[in-house]
């Protein structure tokens, strides 16, 4: 093995790489024996931590060469049980020097640290780009990916360094991979993982700060799996056999979490064209509109800002192309109007029903969507009150209003209670969003 500097700039990275692998090559003709591969595959992460260049373009880059080799290619299988063997490695010794450094602020410790920090940033990024792979799928690497996202939020929030933390590839890694886990893997998620997930959320846009952006899309992804897998669990004479409670709600109500996450919420789905980001945010507020304990938490401030937003989207999206995401705000419509705040307050309701009578006019408008719509419009509030009354309810008004539809036999969630639908084209829960945009 080569003796590496301690600093080395980009053309030395490469001569050197370059030199490694020529030598080996031209000794291993027919194939490298496993221990050979192991020692290459060592050899060629050490120099790229060694390079002075530690962006992550220098990571993305370094890491589509490795995995482009054919040695690299031909031992897939092998080369990826390494990188998740030395990344739980590197993690557990992370998780003994960070309980030190909150005991003692040793500088060596931190230098220790940072060595192992830019170890797993690159094999992050080698993941990355082997994440859809079939060889990484058959390793049950799920506590890995969330060990190391813990440890990279301990270090963030408590341990000082003179370092800027890199993480974004296992962010995208974690909200792709969001989509295979079951009802045991989502049972396993840390609680203390969830607990920085929440916490450390900055109220930002996606341009001010990317990695917080995929933190925040991480939380939306997991709630969705939350409820898909809560939805498909089997019942036995009324009585649920297994529960997978939704985690991911449970943090967000808890303390401060709920206010920050709502103002999230409300930035990127005002500011946000991500169809995809649109309808994991949708499913957030049907989430908390169809909870009785959360329906009416919602200031009417923004409950105000969501109508406005949800009338301009029914009246500018196409029908014939973005009907799954139409059918969304549908369906997340019809509880934000029946439970929360809204229920009581006049708010541009004939806006509401224009773009609602518009949707229904189109002959594109299909037997979901006209169904769907004219749930929403046969709500009493549409009849009762006229076009241009937009004011607050007065109290004889308000008393002269029917009382919303009856709720369907709810279920407990934790202190809170679902308030469900029978009628599987209103249920979100089911719907698993599609990984293209629509």
């Not at 024996?33 to 390079?51: D, F, K, M, R, W």
């Not at 014939?320 to 009581?344: D, G, H």
Request: charged share 20%.
């Amino acid at each position: 093995m080569l003796d590496v500097p301690d600093q080395l700039n980009q053309d030395q990275f490469w001569n050197l790489i370059t030199e490694i692998l020529c030598t080996l090559q031209n000794e291993y003709v027919n194939g490298m024996p496993e221990e050979v591969v192991n020692s290459l595959l060592v050899q060629c992460i050490t120099l790229a931590i060694h390079c002075e260049n530690k962006k992550a373009r220098f990571y993305e880059k370094s890491s589509k060469f490795l995995i482009d080799c054919d040695w690299f290619i031909n031992n897939l299988e092998f080369c990826t049980r390494k990188l998740l063997s030395l990344l739980q490695y590197t993690n557990d010794n992370n998780t003994r020097i960070i309980q030190l450094l909150q005991k003692n602020d040793d500088l060596t410790y931190k230098d220790c640290l940072v060595q192992n920090i830019k170890l797993v940033e690159h094999i992050g990024w080698i993941l990355y780009y082997l994440h859809d792979q079939e060889a990484l799928s058959k390793f049950q690497w799920f506590e890995i990916l969330s060990s190391t996202l813990l440890n990279f939020y301990i270090i963030k929030s408590h341990i000082s360094l003179d370092y800027e933390l890199e993480f974004s590839n296992y962010l995208l890694i974690s909200i792709d991979y969001c989509s295979s886990l079951d009802v045991e893997q989502l049972h396993s998620l840390p609680d203390r993982l969830l607990g920085n997930l929440f916490s450390s959320l900055l109220l930002v846009s996606r341009n001010e700060d990317y990695e917080n952006f995929l933190q925040f899309k991480l939380i939306l992804a997991l709630n969705e799996q939350f409820m898909i897998q809560s939805h498909e669990l089997v019942y036995d004479n009324d009585v649920q056999s297994s529960r997978c409670e939704n985690k991911v709600f449970l943090f967000m109500i808890q303390d401060d979490n709920f206010s920050n996450f709502v103002e999230c919420l409300m930035l990127h789905f005002n500011r946000e064209d991500d169809h995809l980001l649109q309808i994991l945010i949708l499913k957030v507020f049907y989430l908390i509109f169809t909870t009785s304990m959360t329906c009416k938490w919602i200031y009417l401030n923004d409950l105000k800002v969501l109508v406005d937003i949800f009338i301009r989207e029914l009246l500018n999206l196409s029908i014939t192309n973005e009907a799954p995401l139409i059918n969304t705000y549908l369906r997340v419509l019809y509880p934000m109007l029946c439970f929360t705040q809204l229920s009581e307050v006049c708010y541009k309701l004939s806006n509401i029903k224009e773009a609602l009578q518009n949707l229904i006019s189109n002959e594109s408008c299909s037997k979901t969507m006209k169904r769907l719509t004219e749930r929403c419009l046969d709500l009493k509030l549409f009849s009762e009150e006229s076009d241009d009354q937009e004011s607050i309810v007065s109290n004889s008004t308000t008393s002269s209003f029917r009382q919303p539809p009856p709720i369907p036999l709810a279920r407990k969630f934790q202190k809170s209670i679902y308030i469900t639908d029978n009628n599987s084209s209103f249920d979100l829960a089911s719907s698993k969003v599609s990984r293209t945009p629509q």
